[in-house]
């Protein structure tokens, strides 16, 4: 216990210096956890931790502070002498008063009405493809289909459908993976899938091309074209071509190779300008 009281006698000394105890002043209301800002995880819910609002200041030894400021080595030295409890009668300190237990939830109880005697959403009458009446049969289909526009559901909530059962706050969970239908959106739906496949189709077509040249097929006599000029340049401006021609005596190679310098000079200028 000497050697700890010593250690923790550092450790108080150490928090004296940083101003430890405004520090941990500011941990209370921090949120921790979370998606922190991030819009990709906002989107998706992928938070990696729920998210949580530190509720409390941290007390002097608390594992944590004593993990931050770089004495984690007494946090199980501590817990086998009985806890922070023992350390604050080691030091002579007062100990802080104990943290409240929080309540706990109380489950509501759900009671599924199967006769629709108090939940007014599970109606037992007529439902809107048995109304006999055309006019009555109209107005109730205008009244559904002007619902609908709206976003607003077309039938009441049963209870249980409401109902939630604690720490179920549905935080982490996707985007809905079909959205709802309606005549109005299935026809932008439709336009928009029309006019991308008759975008594809033209310019399939050729239609955006500006300049029929511009294009990465090469046909064949643009590839000879290519090949010869290849050859020009390389036989005109090569280092070895000079001993290639004496290999197979010919006597006039330089005269030779001011010859074909000339066209392959013209064939490389005349490349680079119809590029510009």
């Not at 023992?86 to 006769?115: C, W």
């Not at 289909?141 to 976003?151: D, H, I, P, S, V």
């Not at 909530?157 to 079909?178: I, W």
């Not at 739906?189 to 091309?209: C, H, M, P």
């Amino acid at each position: 216990p000497e050697e700890i009281k010593q250690q923790l006698e550092e450790y108080l000394q150490k928090r004296r210096e940083l101003n430890a105890d405004e520090l941990a002043k500011q941990e209370k209301g921090k949120v921790i956890g979370g998606t922190k800002g991030n819009k990709v995880l906002d989107y998706i819910s992928g938070a990696p931790v729920k998210e949580q609002v530190v509720e409390r200041i941290p007390n002097v030894f608390d594992y944590d502070q004593l993990t931050k400021y770089g004495y984690s080595n007494l946090v199980t030295p501590i817990m086998e002498m009985g806890g922070r409890r023992a350390v604050y009668e080691l030091m002579g300190m007062e100990a802080p008063p104990p943290t409240p237990i929080k309540k706990v939830v109380q489950v509501p109880k759900l009671v599924i009405d199967r006769k629709g005697d108090d939940d007014e959403a599970r109606y037992s009458g007529l439902k809107m493809g048995q109304i006999l009446d055309d006019d009555a049969m109209a107005e109730a289909l205008a009244r559904a289909n002007e619902k609908a526009k709206r976003g607003e559901s077309l039938r009441p909530k049963l209870k249980e459908e409401d109902f939630e059962l604690p720490y179920a706050d549905k935080r982490n969970t996707g985007p809905r993976l079909a959205p709802d239908w309606t005549p109005e959106r299935i026809d932008e739906y439709t336009k928009k899938q029309g006019k991308a496949i008759d975008w594809a189709r033209r310019a399939r077509l050729g239609e955006f091309v500006k300049d029929p040249l511009e294009v990465l097929d090469l046909n064949a006599m643009m590839r000879l074209y290519l090949v010869l000029s290849v050859m020009e340049v390389s036989l005109a401006f090569g280092q070895s071509t000079p001993k290639f021609l004496d290999m197979i005596g010919f006597s006039d190679g330089a005269g030779l190779l001011s010859v074909l310098q000339i066209p392959a000079l013209a064939l490389t200028v005349a490349n680079i300008g119809s590029s510009i």
